[in-house]
């Protein structure tokens, strides 16, 4: 140990000769020797005492006011030596300052130690906004999730401009919307309220011929989920991005001298170019990013928390069999057993219109902006103008009730108790008839690629190609009626081959993470292992819940790993609903089962799934919300009185039609 430094002896005697005598002291040396060469340049100086940079950064936790305070309650002499100290220390070049610092901690007892970690630890923080280049601290903040950029807004002003900044949200944006991000294993809704989209004025479909109709109607593109199915790729989804809020940096004047130009808006929505009589052009002003992931945030936590607004539509005198519903018409169409099409306000709840026509109960219906398409148990398929309630024609074919439908911009697909589906092709005025089922064909969808899948009764699913009008592929694994099955949309990317499993015809495999493969097996074994999957799904579900939250970077490290080894596919699947009470995900592309989820008692009716999640409605009344990736069934929604038949969903909305005759509109945009 060095000996111990006492200086005040000489602080006192130095302090006492400097007035009286004219010679210069040792300390004044001292202090001359190096105080000129530390001040005379601002590089030399620390983070702490650079000038330029005291107005940047934030104060120090260190308050030397109340130093001040303790040292005027001290006699002079003391106070003289105490301040000698700072002076010698201040003057001090920087070797010399280490060698006074280690005397001093050679001297401190463990109090005057504790003192120092505490006091020094907050002083060590650098506000490395202050001294870096702005693109370096942009850098660095785009390693940051929307949490932390939240709270480094919260920090000072300068944090909050570039924790604010557009690029940065910009990119959060990309992860999550419309996706699960590969990091933090969050998605957010697209909101995207897709527009119906028509190519021909609805006049033109009712003033042909009867071929020329047929055209017409075909021409314009299908709308959104048709009872409860997943969106058709050729839906116009929008992005979401620029709006209409003036950006910062941009004054009036200068907005007035801009050329105008065409700008997409989260809403859908073009302001076209100035005509000669306006005055002023109209701009489309960018909307902050970080305000786009807010609002998606609010109802991606919505679904998590199971926070919605319900509201029931009732009106129909008997079961409803089919909805599908619009978010930008804000309309909501209903095919009952009462023979009726309803047409209801989505938001009020009013019954705009009824369509009667059908002379017994309307099993599917589809409609886009300038059609509607009905089929019933009549074994006819109608055409509407749903604007005006006008039946426009009556398409005969079928031998049987028509049971399923799908159309888009060139084809429409029926499906019927015959056992047959019909190919109603309207620009060659054509109409072609698919065999192969053996039971009635419950759900038909057109695909990409001129395929098409549908459902039997017959337990089976199969993959039709359209132009040589066979069939390409059959998927077995149910054991009941297959009541739905939805092929992805074109796009539409997943992680389901990470965990595919090969499937033995004569067994269940149940594996590690609960999902099991189909195969015959008895009744009872079948519930046994029911059941046993329910306990571990609900034991599951509690931590799910905890899921409100965006999980902390260091929980999810491992699956970020894992995930970004495993980048998603784009390989097409189906997701198809049966009766033996599951939902199955399957490979179209080599027909193997993905997927099993078990949860619904009874049979499932109706499906719908986006990016995120699957919603089913079964027989034993309930609606459940799945979680797409882990197939953990996240909530179950109760409150129809009879079973449900259908399902539509949306980003912020789900319909369930059942048949006790409502229908129940579970809002979780709120």
């Known amino acids: 140990m060095m000996p111990p430094i006492d200086p005040d002896d000489d602080a006192d005697t130095n302090g006492q000769q400097q007035q009286p005598q004219q010679h210069q002291p040792p300390i004044h040396d001292f202090l001359t020797r190096h105080i000129p060469s530390q001040v005379s340049t601002t590089r030399r100086l620390c983070y702490r005492h650079r000038p330029d940079l005291v107005k940047k950064r934030m104060p120090d936790a260190f308050d030397f006011k109340h130093v001040q305070t303790q040292m ?15 002076s010698l220390f201040s003057a001090a070049p920087a070797d010399q300052r280490i060698l006074i610092l280690k005397g001093l901690l050679s001297t401190c007892c463990m109090p005057q130690l504790s003192f120092l970690h505490d006091e020094i630890m907050p002083l060590l923080r650098i506000d490395f ?166 609002e998606r945030l609010v109802v991606e936590r919505n679904w998590r928390n199971n926070k919605f607004n319900m509201r029931v539509l009732a009106g129909h005198t008997d079961g409803v069999m089919c909805v599908q519903f619009c978010d930008s018409a804000n309309v909501v169409m209903t095919g009952s057993y009462d023979k009726t099409i309803r047409i209801w306000n989505m938001e009020t709840g009013e019954l705009i219109r009824v369509l009667n026509g059908h002379t017994r109960c309307v099993r599917a219906l589809q409609f886009d902006d300038a059609k509607l398409v009905s089929g019933a148990m009549d074994n006819t398929l109608k055409i509407w103008n ?193 009766l033996d009470n599951t939902i199955k995900m399957w490979n179209m592309d080599s027909g193997a089962c993905l997927r ?24 034993d009344k309930t609606v459940r919300i799945w979680d797409f990736d882990s197939g953990i069934c996240m909530h179950t929604l109760e409150g129809h009185n009879g079973p449900v038949t259908a399902i539509a969903l949306s980003d912020t909305k789900i319909v369930s039609a059942s048949d006790d005759g409502e229908v129940r509109i579970w809002d979780y945009g709120l």
Request: glycine share 6%; aromatic share 6%; proline share 6%.
């Open 596 to 619: 099993t989820l078990f949860g619904h008692v009874e049979g499932v009716w109706g499906l719908a799934y986006d990016t995120l999640r699957i919603v089913s409605g079964s027989h």
């Open 72 to 86: 005027e309650v001290l006699e002079p002499n003391d106070k003289a030596a105490i301040t000698h100290i700072w």
């Open 386 to 578: 749903w604007q005006t309630g006008q039946l426009i024609r009556t398409l005969e074919g079928h031998t049987g009730g028509v049971l399923s439908l799908h159309f888009d911009c060139r084809l429409m697909a029926s499906g019927s108790t015959d056992r047959t589906i019909r190919l109603w092709d309207f620009q060659k005025a054509e109409c072609c008839t698919l065999t192969g089922h053996v039971e009635w064909v419950n759900c038909v969808r057109l695909c990409p690629n001129d395929t098409l899948v549908s459902a039997s009764d017959d337990s089976t699913i199969r993959l039709w190609d359209l132009t040589s009008r066979q069939c390409l592929r059959e998927f077995k694994g149910h054991v009941g009626q297959v009541q739905m099955a939805l092929p992805s949309p074109k796009g539409f990317t997943h992680r389901l081959l990470d965990e595919e499993q090969h499937i033995d015809p004569n067994q269940r495999l149940v594996g590690a993470n609960g999902n099991t493969s189909a195969g015959c097996d008895s009744t009872a074994r079948q519930q046994e292992q029911h059941h046993h999957l329910l306990q571990q799904q609900q034991q599951q579900q509690q931590h799910l819940r905890t899921m409100a939250t965006p999980p902390s970077p260091a929980t999810n490290a491992a699956k970020a790993a894992d995930k970004a080894s495993n980048p998603a596919s784009d390989v097409p699947i189906i997701v198809s609903g049966s």
């Open 129 to 294: 906004v202050s001294i870096l280049p702005r693109e370096i601290s942009l850098k660095i903040f785009s390693y940051m999730d929307a949490k932390t950029l939240c709270h480094a807004a919260q920090v000072s002003q300068a944090w909050r401009s570039l924790a604010d900044d557009d690029a940065l949200w910009h990119r959060m944006c990309e992860q999550h919307i419309d996706k699960k991000c590969t990091k933090c294993g969050w998605g957010l809704p697209l909101l995207d309220k897709k527009r119906l989209v028509r190519k021909r004025p609805i006049s033109s479909i009712s003033s042909a011929s009867p071929g020329s109709a047929s055209s017409a109607v075909a021409s314009s593109s299908s709308s959104s989920s048709s009872n409860g199915h997943a969106a058709d790729e050729s839906l116009l989804r929008m992005s979401c991005g620029p709006s209409l809020q003036p950006r910062e940096d941009e004054d009036d004047d200068q907005l007035q001298h801009k050329r105008p130009k065409l700008m997409p808006s989260p809403c859908g929505t073009f302001d076209a170019l100035p005509q000669e009589n306006q005055q002023q052009p109209v701009i489309v002003r960018r909307r902050p990013w970080k305000e786009v992931y807010r």
